[in-house]
DNA sequence: CATCAGGGCCCTG
DNA sequence: CAGGGCCCTGAT
């Protein structure tokens, strides 16, 4: 293994954590169509991670230890040194809001139950959250999604983590943890070219930058309304349409769905109108319709519900459209 | 062997 | 606001 920095956490604290009702633990920890990145590992009941908070390098060890109704998570902290309440209080407050814990279902739920599509997605999924990461490692996997096919998006995070992150083991797991921004701001832009990222590279530097020189503050950015906070996300160089609208969701903004990717508005297009291609407006007024304030939500529903569904059957014109 | 589009975005005219 | 260019890869 070439990977230049690893580290073993061999200090653990554990915690609690108690999400609204009902709560899906797996369908919220774990994202069939997500592409695998290196920096996390499920298993059913059980979420390993790695997370970096307030500059330091964590791995991060969530299990399910309650039901749907009574949910209970046993949170496990993994660092080089032991930690104060303040610090483990702090850890545990970025988990809650990652996985939208605290997140009132009620009305969502109401609205799908209603909806004859959604009701067998519903009785699967209840209790699903979407997720989110830090600012900065969101940006930098949008980044490499760009104009690529996912083995290109998994090869080049991979030479990301390989040459600039750190390893980390904790619990009987090597996971990559993300480098810090000032890392991607020092390094030479052919360095990053070498990574295979090409253009992007661009981007990734440009961003690094605008972090490393606390240009922005996530948290801050948290309290914007939506047109607010879209308006300054989009300064962001490399930020546009498409990232733009994966990013509200990180703000857990879930009526901010209004931008359809290629490849999604096929998807949407068999899911919802059982048609080839039908034109992205007429998806987003869809959308609109039938879910409202939570349509991004459930559009998060029915995705994850039909990759789930890939990895249990076959659907070929799924396949042909995610082209490995 | 060449050509092309891909889970976009920036820049230019 | 339309369209070209961008890095690289696998598909054709």
Known sequence: MDTKHQISLGSSHKTELRPTAPFHF??????????????????????????????????????NAGTADAPLLHLTIFGERPLTTEEINAISDVVAYNFDLYLDLARFNALLERDELMQPVLSHWRGMRLTAAPLYESLVIYIVLQNATVRRTVQMMHNLFLAYGTLLHFDGQALYGFWSPQVLDAAPEEDLRALKVGYRAKSLKRISQQFAGGEINAKALR???????????????????????YLMGDFHRYDAFEHISRWEQKIYSRLLFEQELVPAERILVEVERRWGCWKMLAAHYLFEDLFWRREHETLPWLEELIRL
């Open 223 to 245: 309290r914007l309304p939506n047109q607010a906070l879209k308006r300054e996300l989009l300064k962001l160089y490399g930020v546009g349409p498409a990232t733009v609208c």
């Open 26 to 63: 797996d369908g919220t920890v774990h994202k069939p169509s997500h592409f695998p990145a290196g920096d996390s590992a499920w298993e059913p009941g059980t979420l390993w991670w790695t997370q970096r908070v307030a500059d330091e390098l964590f791995g991060l060890k969530l299990q």
